[in-house]
């Protein structure tokens, strides 16, 4: 297929290498250069978003939140200007559900299809092709554009209309934060009673507390590793999306905003940049104490 890609980052470099290694034909853009190594096996850099959607049949967005959307769709120069009907546009960004709706009607004005399909996974899932892909929009588009989904995800699920998949990215983005701020909980609660957090970890695993988050982020918090991964700042973003769509919904997400006030800390003591869980470090600061530290158990 003819397929462009817009937004070549840490996310969508690796994700446009699979569609290349799968012999499709790319067009892409980036506000920074295009990377080498996508290049060098074959993708076309172009010189905006305009360019991109002139000469592919497909052009996915990957970028960083909802005005980053708008300006790659209907900036100056953006895709909305190369379009011609029967083209399809595919956000795969992590971006509002509401403005995802208005998107889709904008595109679908200009007899195209829409399809917000964002994904988990972060980084590694990107690099392993092994993403979950999330898609809203119309059945046809959805199983046009599924050969390329299956290139850069493993579960690939068509949830509804324009929107429900940012809604159900939006449902993931909940889970994952109370998740990791129980595990840090959980770890920090040991440690500061005098257990070792690696041994309590593993034993944990092999009971119903077992989870990836615990498996994956877990280790993080004992081995002190919070280089991303997945940024706080990017976690913000999405549980920021959550508590103002509660808003709007008329209902109260407050563990959620719990996690939202961990991460600001965070930010506020220089963690905009790390991984999420290094949400545990907040719990650290109000504890005094670190997973992991030598410390007499308090009781």
Avoid at 16 to 24: E, F, I, K, N, T
Avoid at 104 to 110: G, P, Q
Avoid at 262 to 289: Q, T, Y
Wanted: glycine share 12%.
């Amino acid at each position: 297929m003819k397929v462009g890609f817009i937004g070549l980052g840490i996310m969508g470099a690796p994700m446009v290498g699979h569609l290349l290694d799968a012999g499709h034909t790319l067009h892409v853009y980036d506000i920074n250069p295009v990377p080498e190594d996508l290049t060098g096996k074959g993708a076309t850099a172009c010189g905006s978003s305009r360019e991109v959607a002139e000469k592919a049949d497909i052009v996915f967005t990957m970028v960083p939140d909802t005005p980053h959307v708008e300006a790659a769709l209907f900036g100056a120069n953006g895709v909305a200007e190369g379009l011609m009907p029967g083209k399809i546009v595919v956000d795969m960004s992590s971006i509002s559900p509401i403005e995802t709706k208005s998107f889709a009607k904008r595109i679908n004005d200009l007899g195209c299809d829409y399809l917000d399909a964002p994904v988990s996974g972060g980084e590694v899932g990107a690099k392993a092709a092994s993403l979950t892909i999330m898609v809203g929009g119309p059945d046809k588009a959805f199983e046009t554009v599924k050969p390329l989904f299956e290139k850069m995800g493993k579960n690939i699920t068509l949830v509804g209309g324009n929107g429900d998949g940012q809604t159900t990215k939006v449902a993931n983005q909940i889970i994952v934060a109370l998740s990791i701020e129980a595990v840090a909980e959980a770890l920090l609660f040991a440690s500061k009673a005098g257990a070792d957090p690696a041994k309590v970890q593993q034993a944990l695993m092999g009971g119903f507390a077992s989870s990836r988050v615990l498996e994956v982020h877990g280790e993080r918090m004992v081995k002190r590793t919070f280089d991303p991964g997945f940024r706080i700042e990017l976690h913000q973003k999405d549980l920021n999306l959550a508590l103002s769509g509660a808003r709007a919904l008329g209902l109260s997400l407050p563990n959620t905003a719990t996690c939202q006030e961990l991460f600001n800390a965070c930010a506020a003591n220089g963690g905009k940049a790390w991984d999420h869980s290094g949400i545990v470090r907040a719990l650290e600061l109000l504890a005094g104490h670190e997973v992991g530290q030598n410390h007499r158990a308090a009781f």
